[in-house]
């Protein structure tokens, strides 16, 4: 099967999935579930994308196939960042401005911030992938018990209430960022298909980027950028899923066995797309909501990822 | 080690007069019924729980880097609260009527399983890296605790596992501690052990060579560390990454001579709590901070700031 073969099959099972999602069981107010099931629908077609772009461009740009932004803990960062703001504001100018604003307020100040974090993670070449590894989930652990530190610190009597109203999962996806968040992925999806050749070279490795000509520091500098407004999308509107990217990513080069981004970015893209979607249902329909997709994801993303470690160190 | 020892005596007794209710010696001595009545039933049963679970706690995590020769494993980072979490999860499910005797036990079983399948696991890889070890652990743990996450979700258990996931000392009251007391004959244990846990460390070989039952060490550490680990889940509620930055600061400043830092660790573990415990309770007075939040600030902190020198050679 050629690779664009295998592009079509996975967009058709990623639209049969929707439509299944959309239609199956349909039954009471027929305007009323079908419009919210397309906002989810279109929710997780988002995130799908997002979690599975950033994470392959991420892997480009670091040259590794374990590290992933949400493993070095840069939706952490997000969530810090997003109670930061109504820290330093105050809970009733975030009610005031309204959760768009907040989320562009929040998404701008990460991609500093996660500029900052790459700098330090990343300082030093031959930086050995196992400290960063570690320093980066250590980071997490660090960032998550700070934003929770932080929202205890803004209203202890209604702590679980503003953790609700602030932080999305997947039962509670905040669809009224769609717009704004789609119109950021677009734009996302637009720079990085205009840039495909350069990803394909910059997985050659850094020296060989350079001397093929590629302006590497501006490059990777504008890369994470992008990663970083996606990241910020995926966690706004679903909150985080750790190990989401690396297992949708991993499946994408099994499948497709190429270096070429074409293929890879839109396979990983849609692989994450089936993933979410097919996912839900069954937690919807099979274990009928008594669990969540993001404690599933972080079971099986969990083994493999210490599949991954052991396998890498050849320890067995 | 003498005025560490005042400082934390002199830090205890002034925490006995922090709280929301006001309480002052005069009244005690006065003989107020009701200041005495705060007195027992919360500040002091609040105390000795801090005490036992920060010494404890702090005494286990040097215990398993002793015997892994690692500095970054602790109950933490091995995984072994998490395990804790899901004998306890398991045994609200399997013995809902049991006591908290028999939940503890049966965590206490999950705790040791899980700690002693890592250190095997840690035998066989080959290559010892003292940075890949605590990622596994960790990794581990996640899995755990994902496994946790989801029997709990199915049994709308999620409530009570919350509790174990963070630590709070304002619930310890008159009644709901006592469990931890369980924990002072195994850090006496601990201290006497001690020399073995070092001779242990050397490996297998050499610890036999040495004259000392190899296996029976391992167990007994290993066990000590269970127990305490599922006692403080269960009363307390976890203090993340107590037990590996404590023993660190100390065995930095003071050397590794296990018999030596241990009483070392144990006051500053003490301390350690008793101060993260009273910000938490004067930061937004009148109201509490967990003190599972503060902690874990400080010590996902503290333990970056310990990768990041202590491992030199990867920077």
């Given at each position: ?12 099972l ?29 929710a ?5 994308w ?26 952490s960062?997000y ?13 009733t ?29 990343f ?9 960063i ?9 660090f ?13 202890p ?24 968040a789609?119109?950021l ?38 890369l994470?950028?992008i ?27 099994a ?62 | ?47 000795i ?7 404890s ?22 995984g072994?609260?998490?395990?804790a ?124 060579n ?36 404590v ?48 902690v ?16 030199k050679?990867?920077?």
């Amino acid at each position: 099967m050629s690779n664009r073969m295998k592009v079509v099959v996975l967009v058709v099972l990623a639209l049969g999935l929707i439509v299944l999602f959309l239609f199956a069981h349909l039954r009471g107010d027929f305007d009323y579930v079908l419009r919210s099931r397309s906002e989810k629908i279109v929710a997780m077609v988002l995130v799908g994308w997002a979690g599975a772009v950033s994470t392959v461009l991420f892997q480009t740009m670091t040259n590794n196939r374990i590290l992933t932004p949400s493993i070095i803990g840069l939706d952490s960062v997000y969530m810090l960042v997003q109670t930061a703001v109504v820290f330093l504001f105050g809970s009733t100018t975030l009610t005031m401005m309204g959760n768009t604003l907040h989320f562009l307020l929040s998404a701008g100040s990460m991609i500093g911030f996660s500029v900052l974090l790459y700098s330090f993670l990343f300082h030093r070449e031959g930086q050995n992938l196992y400290f960063i590894l570690l320093v980066g989930m250590i980071l997490g652990t660090f960032f998550q018990s700070l934003t929770s530190f932080m929202q205890y610190l803004i209203d202890p009597n209604e702590f679980s209430i503003i953790q609700d109203r602030m932080f999305a999962s997947i039962n509670n996806i905040k669809t009224d960022l769609l717009w704004p968040a789609g119109l950021l992925i677009a734009a996302a999806t637009l720079y990085t298909y205009r840039h495909l050749h350069e990803l394909d070279v910059l997985s050659l490795g850094k020296d060989h980027a350079i001397n093929l000509g590629v302006a590497y520091e501006t490059v990777v500098k504008r890369l994470l950028m992008i990663v970083a407004v996606l990241v910020s999308v995926s966690t706004a509107l679903v909150g985080p899923i750790m190990f989401f990217g690396l297992i949708v990513a991993n499946v994408a080069y099994a499948f497709f066995q190429t270096y070429e981004h074409r293929y890879l970015l839109a396979g990983a893209a849609l692989f994450g797309i089936i993933a979410l979607v097919g996912g839900q249902l069954v937690v919807e329909r099979v274990f009928t909501f008594s669990t969540t997709l993001s404690v599933i994801v972080n079971m099986v993303g969990g083994v493999y990822f210490l599949y991954l470690l052991l396998k890498e160190r050849k320890a067995w | 080690m003498k005025k560490w020892m005042v400082l934390l005596v002199v830090l205890a007794a002034a925490s006995l007069f922090v709280g929301v209710h006001d309480l002052s010696p005069r009244e005690l001595f006065a003989g107020d019924r009701e200041a005495w009545e705060v007195f027992l039933i919360s500040r002091l049963p609040r105390l000795i729980s801090i005490l036992i679970a920060g010494s404890s706690v702090s005494i286990c995590g040097l215990i398993m880097q002793q015997l892994s020769q690692n500095r970054f494993v602790s109950p933490t980072t091995a995984g072994t609260m998490d395990w804790a979490r899901l004998g306890l999860l398991v045994s609200m499910i399997a013995f809902a009527a049991a006591g908290p005797l028999v939940k503890a036990a049966i965590a206490v079983v999950f705790a040791f399983a899980g700690t002693l399948l890592f250190m095997t696991v840690l035998d066989r890889v080959k290559y010892k890296d003292s940075i890949f070890i605590p990622l596994i652990g960790l990794m581990f743990g996640n899995i755990v605790g994902s496994v946790t996450t989801f029997l709990a979700y199915k049994y709308d258990l999620i409530q009570s596992m919350s509790a174990w996931m963070h630590g709070d000392f304002s619930v310890m009251m008159q009644g709901r501690y006592e469990m931890l007391y369980v924990s002072v004959p195994l850090m006496a244990i601990a201290y006497v052990y001690a020399n073995r846990f070092t001779i242990a460390g050397m490996g297998e070989e050499m610890a036999t060579n040495l004259g000392v039952r190899y296996r029976s060490i391992v167990y007994t550490g290993l066990l000590i560390v269970a127990v305490v680990s599922a006692v403080e889940v269960l009363t307390v509620g976890t203090l993340p990454f107590l037990g590996l930055i404590v023993p660190n600061i100390v065995t930095m400043y003071y050397g590794d001579h296990l018999r030596k830092v241990l009483p070392l660790t144990a006051i500053f573990g003490a301390l350690f709590v008793l101060i993260c415990d009273v910000f938490g309770r004067v930061a937004i007075y009148p109201y509490e901070i967990p003190i599972g939040l503060t902690v874990g600030v400080i010590g996902s902190g503290v333990f970056l700031y310990l990768l990041v020198r202590r491992t030199k050679q990867y920077v």
